[in-house]
Structure formats: C-alpha cells, structure tokens
C-alpha cells in the first residue's frame, strides 16, 4: 500500500525554522505533483505549498510566500518544506499530499507549535 511519512514538527518559538519531510513508500510519487496543507482542530485543511513532479513549478499560499520553501528529492522519494521566521498563526497539524487535483493520497500528519 502507498503510504506517505511526514516528520520533522515540533514545538519552536517564534522566529524560528524548521524542515519538514515527507517520504513517499513509492518511487511512483516522482511522477506526481505533492503539496503540504495544514488543519487546526475543527477548522477546514487548508493549502500551504505545492510543487511539481521535476521541482521546476513552485506555488505557495500568500500566508506563507516569502518564508516557506517547498523542495524534493526524487532520488529518496522525500518532499520537504522549509519553514523559516515562524509565528504563532503557523501553528496547525501539517500534511503532505499526492495526486492532484483530488489529492487523493495523505500522510498521517506532524504537529508544529510556535510559541510566542
């Protein structure tokens, strides 16, 4: 079964930086489009980044431009999302998501808290 493995949440203050990762199980990944989103309790998953099958594409929520990097590795079958200046609005449960437009495949989510 295809499973995505996000890692890499934390509890952090605010300023600070953090990289999440997201391994897919299946090289067949390389060959999707991925994205991140993240949810707070009881609040609808909203779209944080996304980024192409070969990397080339990029496209970011306004909430996070200019602070957020959404990159991977097609080698490790790994996304990442580099988190830098973080603030207290960041803080949700972050998921990594594959096949667009449905997004039809999730992992199981990591917590990041950002402390005032």
């Known amino acids: 079964q295809v499973q995505l493995v996000e890692s890499g949440g934390g509890l952090v203050q605010a300023g600070s930086s953090l990289r999440l990762s997201c391994v897919a199980s299946?090289?067949?990944?390389?060959?999707?489009?991925m994205g991140w989103f993240r949810q707070l309790p009881g609040k609808h998953r909203d779209f944080v980044a996304s980024i192409s099958p070969n990397g080339g594409s990029t496209f970011y929520d306004d909430s996070v431009k200019g602070r957020f990097t959404i990159s991977r590795d097609n080698a490790k079958n790994t996304m990442y999302l580099q988190m830098e200046r973080l603030e207290p609005e960041d803080t949700a449960v972050y998921y990594c998501?594959?096949?667009?437009?449905?997004?039809?495949?999730w992992g199981q989510g990591t917590q990041v808290t950002v402390s005032s």
């Open positions: 998501a594959a096949g667009p437009p449905q997004w039809l495949y």
């Open positions: 299946s090289g067949s990944f390389n060959r999707e489009s």
